[in-house]
């Protein structure tokens, strides 16, 4: 009676995706012992590899499968491959952490992109462009506030965050009203409405052209495979 071979006394598989048998071809090939037999093995299993992949064969893919088969290796590999195999301190080495572009803003319902325009207000000649550009970003900071909190907000509190992210330099002026908080949640309500119809009506559209195809005996486009 043979013996079973459990997964925890088998040999690590470098990159699971690709299965223990791919791992045991590569285990093999480092043991041929002349080079252009180790390098034509190789060339095979690349094609083994390459037939597991849905990706299309092109040449960033190929170098990939190359990449993939050095690192199944263990890096052991000494062959005549088209491409040069990574570096296995690159490959171990563990990446740089993300740094979060909103980290520092102070509003974030505003986002980065309103204190890029606030600056370019900033850098403007006093002016009526000035004053115009003023009006449309604090009109802008009311609707991303309501966007983000659909409860009513006060003017004053738009004045103030303006004042705070512009630090002092944009000032609205006297007498200047924004647009009105009902008439600002109408529209958003209604790009709502209207995106969602919109979706509906493609959902639609399309599952009716699949199905006249399917009357038709043609293939959608979802089936329709390039020749």
């Not at 052991?76 to 993300?98: G, R, T």
């Not at 000035?130 to 991303?144: C, M, R, S």
Request: charge should be positive.
């Amino acid at each position: 009676m043979s013996s079973v071979e459990y997964n925890t006394t088998r040999d690590k598989l470098m990159i699971r995706e690709y299965g223990r048998n791919v791992q045991k071809l590569v285990n093999y090939a480092i043991s041929i012992e002349d080079k252009n037999e180790r390098t034509q093995f190789c060339h095979f299993i690349i094609q083994v590899m390459g037939q597991m992949q849905t990706q299309k064969d092109g040449g960033d893919n190929r170098r990939k499968l190359w990449d993939h088969l050095y690192i199944i290796s263990d890096f052991k590999l000494d062959i005549d491959a088209p491409f040069e195999a990574p570096e296995k301190d690159s490959y171990n080495k563990k990446p740089q952490p993300l740094e979060y572009r909103n980290r520092d803003l102070r509003y974030k319902q505003y986002g980065k992109n309103i204190e890029l325009i606030i600056q370019k207000a900033i850098e403007l000649e006093e002016g009526p462009e000035k004053d115009a550009l003023t009006k449309i970003v604090a009109n802008h900071l009311k609707k991303l506030y309501l966007n983000w909190n659909r409860d009513s907000v006060n003017d004053e509190l738009i004045h103030e965050h303006l004042r705070i992210l512009s630090k002092g330099k944009l000032k609205l002026g006297e007498g200047v009203t924004l647009n009105s908080t009902s008439d600002i949640l109408s529209r958003l309500k209604h790009r709502k409405v209207t995106h969602s119809q919109n979706t509906q009506k493609n959902s639609h559209a399309s599952s009716r052209y699949s199905n006249s195809n399917k009357k038709k005996g043609r293939p959608s486009n979802r089936t329709r495979v390039n020749k």
